[in-house]
């Protein structure tokens, strides 16, 4: 996918401007990347009690635990003796005092912001809530892109406004897979990928709340594969195909188990495996049948700004952390009481 100027720069502000470089999981971002590993192969952890763990939660509240300093100091307090923890602990005003200059940039940005559109807009409310979930060291310098910032800001205020009644009707339309009845009070709509692991995490989501509301919602599941996934199209096709014959959950779930398999020979076995008639699913990816219907779903993904995998509304708001079961429940628990 295109990659702004601004994301391209030094402090990689990314789709949110500052807002979720790195921190929400989705496919539109750069891969995490792997925790250091020890010569003998493990992965230091901090230790779970002690002084050293002490100090890895005390910085860790200052920082924010998806920070990388956050991480680091966890990894790096698994090795630590405990003698040096103390200290560090005893030390750790002068820590803070270094932590607050670090972060200056974003104190600065976030008023400045708040200054010039109001304490009480949206802007500052969304500059306020994100700012803590910076890593400090893409604070400095924020305020030579400002006007970026700002007008990054504004396009994702303007994207988090609740969807129009007719593009809900869109994408919440009965062509597609999905579960519950189609009068519920509530409807969840997916974009996903299933060769995006964090479509993975957010399968796992959806299973749950399946198990945990049944008829009581109604769940739609849209394709949306994206071109840095070479077996995405073709999987999606496949989940359409395998929908076709009324085993599309039990395709999906295999999928997304297998992620780093989806060729063609792959989609065959899972196939048989779902109990499929693999001669009628083999022939509509062949030619192709469940193209279109692949693209028409993107296509209605791009007009409600969908970007990445996972996307997720509900009523037609867009959900932050659509791997969150617990974040989504609140949502779907408000909804279902508010309608009675």
Known sequence: MKRTRLAQSTYGIGLLGLALAGILPSCQ????????????????EAKTAGPCAD???????????????????????GVMAPAACTAAIKGFALTEGLLKDQRKG??????????EEGKTSEVCTLVKEKIPQVPAERCGGFLEHYTEI????????VKNQPLAA?????????DAPGFGPTDAKVTVVEFSDFECPYCS????????????????????????????????KKAAEAALAANAQGKFWEFHDLMFKNQQQLGASALEGYAKEAGLNVATFKEALSTNKYADQVARDVKLGQGVA????????VNG???????????????????????G
Request: charged share 25%; with cysteine.
């Open 29 to 44: 971002q750069k891969k995490p990347k792997p925790a250091a590993v020890a010569a003998n192969g493990t992965k230091p």
């Open 55 to 77: 100090y890895a939660a005390k910085l860790c509240a200052k920082t924010g635990e998806q920070t990388q300093l956050c991480d680091a100091t966890k990894r790096a307090t």
């Open 106 to 115: 974003c104190d600065e940005l976030v008023n400045k912001l708040c200054t």
């Open 150 to 157: 700002k007008a990054q800001l504004k396009a994702e205020v």
């Open 166 to 174: 007719a593009q809900q009707a869109q994408i919440a339309a009965n």
């Open 201 to 232: 995490r957010a399968a796992t989501a959806t299973e749950q709340i399946r198990a945990k509301y049944k008829d009581r919602i109604r769940f739609v599941f849209r394709q949306f594969p994206l071109p840095m996934h070479s077996n995405a």
């Open 306 to 313: 969908v970007t990445g995998t996972p996307t997720m509304f």
């Open 317 to 339: 708001k867009r959900i932050e952390n659509p791997t969150d079961v617990a974040a989504i429940s609140v949502v779907l628990d408000g909804l279902l009481k508010a309608a």
